[in-house]
């Protein structure tokens, strides 16, 4: 019998269902092709349904997420909503109730693909981010006091448990050994400063490395890390970081790899339910227009179906993106002057596979 998974499929807000449905297009493709089979589970979650009816996310949705193998999400965010309600109450909120760990972001150059970086081709970016999800400053430990007067006072708590730092740094020694590129793991953190918090990352670092041998641990300071990430990012093979940091970084390397229009990425609990999706927001001005690019949405899928041990599966979805951008067809990753609409940009890569 062939195997057969349980996919959520969230779309959510603005570009969100366009691109997700070219993702969704193209992981069936490669499933077909693979022989295994997916169900599909819709949910609404997003702006419009918290505008129709006040619900971001029931409890009881988390619950029926437990039972899934995936989750694969457009995009959260709308126009009419406060930031941060949505973002809070759907997305962090699943990563901490799931326990999504790991924020996995591959940065890759796909051939064909403009870098703002002066001569750098895809062989100089090709490297993996792994950002701790579920801890630092996100947790929201902190308070005000004497809020809304002149004597104000806001503290905002970075968590770090050693447990948490341990298995994500744990995670990341895996990964550099599995991947076998360059065998070289990158701890950011900033033990110039903070001489608590990354102190604990750089002494966990180092007593987990002690089981890598194959690996060479380094060391950036998250400032530096900006720098040499626009001037030698062939520098990096993975780097593991903490939530903030991560979060801050990725969006830089996003950058360098050619846009939202490309980056991916997974929240992964390696031992329950991981998320997938497309980086770039909502995009509210493109909605509806089926002019977005829905790469990034494709190569989140390809992360999905790794996660989920389809190895070749997700292989073939990678090869069918490269050859989809060999072939000239796409002419940018931006929104609209693709050249191609995004029912066509799936199509073609789906047809590829
Ligand atoms: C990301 C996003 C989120 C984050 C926001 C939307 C809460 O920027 O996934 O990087 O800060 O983690
Ligand atoms: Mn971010």
Redesign the pocket.
């Known amino acids: 019998m062939s195997k057969f998974y349980k996919i959520a499929q969230l779309p959510g807000d603005g570009t969100g269902p366009e691109v997700l449905r070219e993702g969704v297009k193209v992981v069936e493709a490669a499933a077909k092709k693979n022989n295994f089979k997916i169900e599909w589970t819709p949910y609404d979650l997003g702006g419009e349904r918290y505008i129709k009816t006040g619900e971001i996310l029931p409890d009881s949705v988390v619950e029926e997420f437990k039972k899934l193998d995936a989750m694969f999400l457009g995009a959260i965010g709308h126009p009419d909503v406060k930031p941060g309600i949505l973002?809070k109450g759907i997305?962090?909120r699943l990563r901490f109730e799931l326990d999504q760990y790991i924020n996995l972001r591959p940065v890759k150059l796909y051939p064909n693909v403009e870098t703002p970086l002066k001569d750098k081709a895809p062989a100089d970016i090709d490297m993996i981010i792994v950002r701790e999800n579920t801890e630092g400053l996100y947790v929201g430990a902190g308070g005000f006091l004497r809020k809304d007067t002149p004597q104000e006072v806001a503290v905002q708590e970075s968590i770090n448990t050693r447990f948490g730092v341990e298995r994500c740094v744990r995670y990341a020694f895996e990964l550099t050994k599995k991947r076998n590129k360059n065998n070289k793991l990158t701890l950011c953190g900033k033990t110039n400063v903070l001489t608590y918090a990354s102190d604990l990352w750089q002494r966990t670092f180092n007593a987990v490395g002690k089981d890598y041998p194959q690996v060479k641990g380094d060391y950036v300071n998250v400032d530096a890390a900006c720098m040499w990430l626009v001037k030698n990012p062939e520098w990096f093979d993975i780097i593991v970081t903490d939530n903030l940091f991560g979060?801050i970084i990725?969006d830089l390397a996003a950058m360098i790899q050619g846009g939202m229009g490309v980056a991916a990425?997974g929240n992964i609990n390696p031992e329950g339910v991981s998320m997938f999706e497309p980086m770039g927001g909502s995009a509210p001005k493109y909605t509806g227009k089926n002019i977005i690019n829905p790469i990034a949405a494709i190569n989140a899928g390809a992360m999905m179906l790794e996660t989920l041990g389809e190895t070749k599966a997700a292989k073939d979805i990678d090869n069918a993106v490269v050859k989809a951008l060999e072939s000239g067809k796409i002419k940018s990753m931006s929104a609209g002057k693709m050249g191609l609409s995004t029912t066509e940009t799936g199509d073609l890569i789906a047809s590829l596979i």
């Open positions: 973002e997305l962090l979060d990725t990425g």
